[in-house]
């Protein structure tokens, strides 16, 4: 009864207040206004975002898609260039030391041997004592690589230059004497103590090679292989122990070559012209050094073949090896380090 009575009641009521309910529905129109107002900025700000989220969405797959394919390209395009140098480089260095081994032949080899040509037991010998040279490097090529890779020769530098230096030389002459010292019949502990030489050797070989670009290493080597191959074929059909005297001198100059080395490490950094000529005598005078002791012991291996051929000593190509892997390491050492000097020139 009460409802019944105030919804008959209500209009009555009403009537009076409709002024005033009219100027509150005006008063209140003006935040609606300002809401709808403020949705489109608010959906303005909203879409201005992902719009902007979506443009960056879009354009960034293509713009690193681009970047990319740019980049591949310059980096496919840049080994093609350097293959095409390398090889005129290669074929360059081929035609000089060819033109070299001929030189060195008519110049040094005028005296050939009087027996009538090498005789089968030294060729034998001989090319037994290359096989072991050519073992011996690889030995020492493959185990610097696996040094490099493994992070071993970054960790040698880190360390103390001085440790590293004796020990290394240490362990370099002490795997070589006992290498020396076992007799050949004895084939697991020569061979043993052989393959330890040549991984000390490839610990001394590696951080030269780590730092020094491959193109450049392939040169030196070929530049190398053809200096060692033109002087021994020199020794081997010169006449017999024809440079067997030079042994003692090339000694005395090897020390000197060992000294300017180490030159470095007493001269001040200020004698700048002091330093240049150790420098080049250890350098230039280093190669003729070791040329010469390649000469001179392809002439031993073929001396010492004769001596087993008579019964006075036993056949052993791996100690013959030893002196020509010594050679050609000292050789390659130098013509990389020349190599780098004239790269860095020309830049």
């Known amino acids: 009864m009460s409802f019944t009575i105030t919804m008959r009641q209500g209009p009555a009521r009403l009537a009076p207040r409709l002024p005033q309910l009219a100027k509150t529905s005006f008063r209140t129109t003006?935040?609606?206004r300002s809401f709808h107002q403020s949705t489109p900025k608010s959906s303005n700000f909203?879409?201005?975002?992902?719009t902007v989220a979506s443009t960056l969405l879009r354009s960034t797959p293509k713009n690193a898609f681009a970047q990319s394919s740019r980049t591949y390209m310059q980096q496919t395009n840049a080994?093609?260039?350097d293959s095409g140098s390398t090889m005129r480089?290669?074929?360059?260095?081929?035609?000089?030391f060819g033109g070299t081994l001929v030189a060195i032949n008519a110049v040094f080899n005028r005296e050939t041997r009087e027996d009538g040509g090498m005789p089968a037991?030294?060729?034998a010998y001989l090319n037994s004592t290359f096989l072991h040279t050519g073992l011996g490097i690889g030995i020492i090529g493959i185990t610097a690589r696996q040094m490099i890779q493994s992070g071993f020769v970054y960790r040698l530098m880190v360390t103390s230059p001085w440790v590293v230096?004796?020990?290394?030389?240490?362990?370099s002459f002490g795997t070589m004497l006992g290498t020396r010292a076992i007799d050949p019949d004895n084939y697991v502990p020569k061979y043993a103590l052989w393959t330890a030489f040549n991984a000390t050797q490839a610990a001394f070989v590696a951080p030269l090679i780590a730092f020094a670009?491959?193109?450049?290493i392939a040169r030196a080597g070929l530049y190398t292989i053809a200096m060692m191959g033109s002087i021994s074929f020199v020794g081997a059909t010169a006449k017999q122990e024809k440079y067997m005297y030079i042994g003692g001198p090339l000694l005395a100059g090897a020390a000197i070559v060992a000294v300017s080395g180490l030159a470095p490490l007493v001269i001040p950094a200020t004698a700048v012209r002091t330093l240049a000529l150790t420098e080049n005598l250890w350098l230039y005078g280093g190669l003729a050094v070791f040329g010469g002791f390649t000469l001179y012991d392809v002439q031993k291996i073929l001396y010492h073949s004769r001596l087993a051929e008579r019964g006075i000593i036993k056949k052993d190509p791996v100690n013959e090896s030893i002196s020509l892997e010594l050679d050609f390491l000292n050789i390659f050492i130098r013509m990389v380090q020349i190599l780098m000097m004239q790269q860095n020139r020309r830049k």
């Open 30 to 32: 003006a935040p609606i």
């Open 165 to 171: 230096a004796i020990g290394g030389l240490a362990l």
């Open 121 to 123: 037991f030294e060729r």
């Open 89 to 96: 480089r290669l074929l360059t260095g081929g035609a000089i």
């Open 79 to 81: 080994p093609a260039a």
């Open 46 to 50: 909203f879409t201005s975002r992902t």
């Open 213 to 216: 670009p491959g193109a450049l």
